[in-house]
DNA sequence: CCTTGACCTCAAGTTGACTTGAACTGGCAG
DNA sequence: CTGCCAGTTCAAGTCAACTTGAGGTCAAGG
């Protein structure tokens, strides 16, 4: 199996090809020539779309992606930018409990109204100053969400 | 303190002034008058700014959060709701865990190319099958953000 | 040979949460 | 009375990471 083609790529990764020239544009992956119109990729960009797929996990944006590879396209991955994302991990963790517990107790309290319950009060006043911090959530792609059927929106505990 | 005016309830918030009348416009918040051109806010207005923090801070849109309110506008928050939010929370927490022992090991690992440890080659499968996960972090807005001084949450895990 | 269908390119659209720019207004200090 | 300056409106821009649409091409199958 030399040179796989778009389709085949986008298939064995699960990223679409309409991502996979997208990545290409933004210079993350390349093409190796083409079969008719067809890009061909060489296996190994599998490995590449992994690594990608990883970095985005853990919080990088494409383009520091992009710079973590040496022009020669090989991974050029530092050290130390792993450990302060890391650490740049562990403190959004950190937030995150915090409002996880709040939100746990918030849910079980028994104050008949939230504003009432000093919990809740107290994580109202900590994410007033800041100090719970940012974060934003992503919608699901499209994809594979054919499991829940016809439901767009999420369904939370109505 | 009758009524605060935009730019007061801006300070008073942290929130700009902007965001205000976005805010307003959304139907997040309600001007209670004008002086002049301005707007006039109840002081309750921070309470709510408050709340919407919070519940930007755990993750929910905008247009959840406006649904926390009823007609009323009095806070009608489904303690089920917060339940379900924990728990998604709580499984973005266990995937952030794995993720940051992943690079912390990654960035200490001994191997002297990434590709050939075997930590890190675990992390890119874990990766590529999706198993750890969407996220997207947020740049920081142009503001402070100072005070992340006392902190309330234990860093469980890692 | 001709249709078909998957791929191509390039531009524009999407989403969410705001911000910014241009043109305007009006209370208040001087 | 007159500027100033901070407010106002509305439309459009921004950012990231893609997706979608329109119109085109080409290898292969019938």
Do not use: W
């Not at 790529?9 to 079969?35: C, D, M, N, P, Q």
């Not at 990729?41 to 690594?51: E, H, M, N, Q, S």
């Not at 079980?108 to 900590?126: K, V």
């Not at 699901?140 to 999420?154: H, L, V």
């Amino acid at each position: 199996m030399r040179d796989i083609d778009i389709a085949e790529a986008a298939r064995l990764s699960g990223v679409r090809a309409s991502t996979l020239r997208f990545y290409e544009e933004k210079g993350l992956i390349a093409s190796h020539g083409r079969r008719g119109l067809r890009r061909l990729f060489d296996p190994a960009v599998l490995d590449r779309l992994a690594l990608i797929a990883l970095g985005r996990a853990a919080g990088f944006s494409l383009d520091e992606i992009a710079r973590m590879f040496a022009p020669d396209g090989r991974p050029r991955i530092d050290r130390r930018m792993l450990a302060a994302k890391a650490e740049e991990l562990e403190r959004t963790i950190r937030k995150l409990n915090a409002m996880h517990d709040g939100l746990r107790h918030a849910a079980a309290c028994p104050a008949p109204s939230h504003m009432e319950c000093p919990t809740f009060r107290r994580l109202l006043r900590a994410a007033a100053s800041g100090a719970i911090g940012e974060r934003k959530t992503r919608r699901p792609p499209r994809k594979s969400f054919a499991a829940t059927g016809r439901e767009q929106g999420r369904a939370r505990g109505s």
